[in-house]
């Protein structure tokens, strides 16, 4: 079984300054993926980025990077330089690559306010 | 652009009606697709991994009979809540992957609010 947790239901943070996420996991999968959504109020899901298991560097997309620490199995995703519209909710999820477990399992979020 | 599209965007339904949702890979053929369950302020949780050409395979807790799941084509998944209640009034959003991708290439679509009065 997977398990993603957020322990941070909600963050506020000043325009311009760097934010960090915390996403901890759990999987008996040899080979997994780790996922980054933002979801704005309208409902859609925004995939951020993405690290795979076995990925030697830390996944970046623009403002986006991910702090993956494989031991300690936590993906924390840090936005630099934040931005009023990076308001939004942000989900952490996992998928396992053994077949048969390719759903996506997702933590419960954390609303992310950015204040001006 | 959108590479899966679903609809409606928004439904609202009476009480004891069906209401089928779309789910639409547009640029690729999706032999797996998923339906999710997102109550307010909650996370996404997995109802069904929809199956081309085959019967879906539901979450445990998930009615089968009343989320009607129906993956003819391989671009094409549908959502069908039957006899509708207040109760079931949630976002509901499907996923697909494209398997000619690496493993990073999950899409979403554009979610569904279904309203039953």
């Known amino acids: 079984a997977q398990k993603i947790t957020q322990t941070q239901p909600g963050m506020f943070v000043q325009e311009k300054e760097a934010v960090t996420l915390d996403c901890t996991y759990d999987?008996?999968?040899?080979?997994?993926?780790l996922f980054w959504y933002k979801q704005p109020s309208s409902g859609e899901m925004i995939f951020l980025i993405y690290?795979?298991?076995?990925?030697?560097q830390n996944a970046t997309e623009g403002r986006y990077s991910l702090n993956f620490q494989k031991a300690r199995k936590s993906a924390n995703l840090v936005i630099s330089a934040s931005q009023l519209g990076d308001s939004a909710m942000y989900f952490c999820?996992?998928?396992?690559?053994?077949?048969?477990?390719?759903?996506?399992?997702f933590g419960t979020g954390t609303r992310l306010t950015i204040i001006p | 652009g959108a590479v899966v599209s679903q609809h409606p965007s928004r439904v609202i339904c009476k009480s004891g009606t069906s209401v089928k949702i779309e789910c639409r890979s547009l640029?690729?053929?999706?032999?797996?697709m998923f339906w999710y369950r997102q109550f307010p302020k909650q996370s996404l949780m997995l109802m069904a991994t929809?199956?081309?050409?085959?019967?879906?395979?539901?979450e445990q807790g998930v009615e089968k009979d009343k989320f009607l799941i129906n993956h003819a084509s391989l671009t094409l998944s549908t959502l069908t809540v039957t006899s509708a209640h207040p109760e079931d009034s949630s976002f509901y959003i499907c996923?697909?992957?494209?398997?000619?991708?690496?493993?990073?290439?999950?899409?979403f679509g554009e979610g569904s609010w279904l309203t039953v009065v």
């Open positions: 999820a996992m998928r396992g690559f053994n077949f048969g477990n390719e759903k996506l399992t």
């Open positions: 640029d690729f053929q999706a032999t797996t």
């Open positions: 996923s697909a992957r494209d398997p000619t991708g690496t493993g990073n290439t999950i899409y």
């Open positions: 999987t008996s999968d040899p080979s997994y993926g």
């Open positions: 929809s199956n081309e050409g085959s019967k879906a395979t539901y």
């Open positions: 690290q795979g298991s076995y990925d030697q």
